[in-house]
């Protein structure tokens, strides 16, 4: 079965420094990966996905993720941070495997605030 | 930029009633999928449906559950006889291609309240 883990609810930032969004998962097989953002009364928006070849995948508004198969996480980062990436950010798995179906698999949510 | 739309975006209902949950996918998408959030957990796949079937379940679809596609633009998901427990964020996606790398775009969702 596949899982994902985001280990932290909340996470405060000052406005310019670098956000990291911490992601771990869990596949039977290879992972196809994938991060979302949540603002108020939205729909999730697709920020970025790894799927092969570079670690480093760049996505939308500025983020970034590494995917570190050791590790087995891709956590998403941002060397900037401003107040409108104030949001709910998921992160998303899905397994190479077939059988695994096409289901997204989801964490929890980490809630970024990113203050003034 | 192209997006899925739902309706409505907050259904009140009570326990027992049916309650049908609207969805236009992205035009040119030819897979859909239902999520849903309980409140304070996380977002769990319901369903996909490809080519007029479905082409996959989770546990949570049981028979109080149908989802289907009555013209070339709605997909619906349909609840029979709504439980408490059915209170919750209900998300709409579609996506282009059924290859695991394509990703989902999801609609903004509708709030599902039974009292």
């Known amino acids: 079965a596949q899982s994902v883990a985001q280990p932290e609810d909340q996470v405060n930032v000052a406005e310019g420094n670098p956000l990291t969004v911490k992601c771990t998962y869990s596949v039977s097989g290879n992972p196809y990966l994938f991060w979302y953002v949540q603002y108020p009364n939205r729909g999730l928006q697709f920020l970025l996905k790894y799927i092969t070849g570079d670690n480093l995948v760049k996505g939308s508004y500025g983020f970034e993720a590494e995917f570190n198969k050791s590790q087995t996480s891709f956590h998403l980062k941002k060397p900037s941070a401003l107040v409108s990436d104030s949001a709910l950010y998921f992160c998303?798995?899905?397994?190479?495997?077939?059988?695994?179906?096409?289901?997204?698999?989801f964490g929890g949510g980490t809630r970024v605030l990113v203050k003034p | 930029e192209p997006e899925v739309t739902q309706t409505p975006s907050h259904q009140v209902t009570q326990m027992g009633q049916e309650v049908i949950l609207r969805c236009v996918p992205i035009s040119n998408h030819l897979y859909f999928y239902w999520y849903r959030q309980i409140l304070g957990q996380k977002v769990e796949f319901l369903v996909s449906?490809?080519?007029?079937?479905?082409?996959?379940k989770s546990e949570i679809f049981d028979d109080q559950f149908s989802v289907e596609r009555p013209d070339g633009s709605n997909f619906t998901l349909k609840i029979r006889s709504t439980k408490l427990e059915d209170s919750a964020m209900y998300f709409c996606?579609?996506?282009?291609?059924?290859?695991?790398?394509?990703?989902?775009?999801f609609g903004p969702g509708t709030r599902l309240t039974v009292t």
């Open positions: 996606a579609s996506s282009q291609r059924d290859s695991r790398s394509y990703e989902q775009y």
């Open positions: 998303a798995v899905r397994d190479f495997d077939k059988a695994a179906g096409n289901k997204l698999t």
């Open positions: 449906f490809y080519n007029n079937e479905i082409s996959e």
